[in-house]
T-cell receptor, first 112, second 113 residues
Framework: QKEVEQNSGPLSVPEGAIASLNCTYS??????FFWYRQYSGKSPELIMF????GDKEDGRFTAQLNKASQYVSLLIRDSQPSDSATYLC????????????FGTGTSLTVIP | ETGVTQSPTHLIKTRGQQVTLRCSSQ?????VSWYQQALGQGPQFIFQ???????GRGNFPPRFSGLQFPNYSSELNVNALELDDSALYLC????????????FGPGTRLTVT
């Protein structure tokens, strides 16, 4: 069973705060992990990907991966109102060829 | 902008009809994946094409079929439309059969009445 679980939210944070988005996955064969941002009515936009345990930083975004706990997170520092969107976690499992599994997304609202 | 284009933007069909959706990949990308995203849900993988061959399929019935052309553009065909087929259909292009980093097109909103 290949499931990706996210808290659907909504998550609200004040402008300038750190937003923390979490994702768990069930398949230990999961190999690659992705965070997408999706604005209402738009298509998903790739923010970050991570393959190895630990942290990966890109500007205001930090992805954290813990394969032992089957947990991946996204931190958004200095949150801006423009960060208000749904954040999708996606997982690629090595033994399923090329299928990506998406969570249902977490809705984030940054309050000015 | 990802360079991935899809057409049409919106489409309304009647139950039982057939529909063809189109996707042009980002320049240099030879892999395209199709997803169905119902309202409030994450994208669900339909199938992937790599160099004109199907390279993986999700849990969708055979009435969902596809093609990839030599220029790496792609089509998604859905026969015998059902009301539950109403969704946003997304294509994503990537380089290489493994399709590590995918970039989505703007999507086609299909409504079945």
């Amino acid at each position: 069973q290949k499931e990706v679980e996210q808290n659907s939210g909504p998550l609200s944070v004040p402008e300038g705060a750190i937003a923390s988005l979490n994702c768990t996955y069930s398949d230990r064969g999961s190999q690659s992990f992705f965070w997408y941002r999706q604005y209402s009515g738009k298509s998903p936009e790739l923010i970050m990907f991570i393959y190895s345990n630990g942290d990966k930083e890109d500007g205001r975004f930090t992805a954290q991966l813990n394969k032992a706990s089957q947990y991946v997170s996204l931190l958004i520092r200095d949150s801006q109102p423009s960060d208000s969107a749904t954040y999708l976690c996606a997982v690629k499992v090595s033994n399923t060829g090329n299928q990506f599994y998406f969570g249902t997304g977490t809705s984030l609202t940054v309050i000015p | 902008e990802t360079g991935v284009t899809q057409s049409p933007t919106h489409l309304i069909k009647t139950r039982g009809q057939q529909v063809t959706l189109r996707c042009s990949s980002q320049s240099g990308h030879n892999t395209v994946s199709w997803y169905q995203q119902a309202l409030g849900q994450g994208p669900q993988f339909i199938f992937q094409y790599y160099r004109e061959e199907e390279n993986g399929r999700g849990n969708f019935p055979p009435r969902f079929s596809g093609l990839q052309f030599p220029n790496y553009s792609s089509e998604l065909n859905v026969n015998a439309l059902e009301l539950d087929d109403s969704a946003l259909y997304l294509c994503a292009s990537s380089l290489g059969g493994a399709g590590i980093e995918q970039y989505f097109g703007p999507g086609t909103r299909l409504t079945v009445t």
